[in-house]
């Protein structure tokens, strides 16, 4: 069984920057690791995902360019690096592992998740 924890969440004003962590509680260097998140209301929304290397990374549209995912499988965390951060940013992010290294793969691909950290940009 793996546990996920997600940390790093906080207020942060428009255009500055958050970096997220997510540790897991068991070995996941063969996992696809993603982060999705969810504003009130809005669906869950893909932000973006790394495979079990981290030599392929893919991002959602909306985060393109200015978040980066990143991975230590030495330490079975796992990093999302958020710049240039907008009101519409605001969200529960939640990290997630997919046995399948493939990346990306739905949420409902996903095999563990975190119970997520609420991110707040303010404009």
């Known amino acids: 069984q793996v546990q996920l924890v997600e940390s790093g969440g906080g207020l942060v004003q428009a255009g500055g920057s958050l970096r997220l962590s997510c540790a897991a509680s068991?070995?996941?260097?063969?996992?696809?690791m993603h982060w999705f998140r969810q504003a009130g209301g809005k669906e869950r929304e893909f932000v973006a995902a790394?495979?079990?290397?981290?030599?392929?990374?893919v991002y959602g549209a909306s985060v393109n360019g200015r978040f980066t995912i990143s991975r230590d499988n030495a330490k079975n965390t796992v990093y999302l690096q958020m710049n240039s951060l907008k009101p519409e940013d605001t969200a529960v992010y939640y990290c997630?592992?997919?046995?399948?290294?493939?990346?990306?793969?739905?949420?409902?691909?996903?095999?563990?998740w975190g119970k997520g950290t609420l991110v707040t940009v303010s404009s």
């Open positions: 068991g070995r996941t260097f063969s996992y696809g």
């Open positions: 790394i495979n079990w290397s981290g030599a392929s990374t």
């Open positions: 997630a592992a997919s046995l399948t290294s493939r990346v990306p793969q739905p949420a409902t691909g996903m095999n563990y």
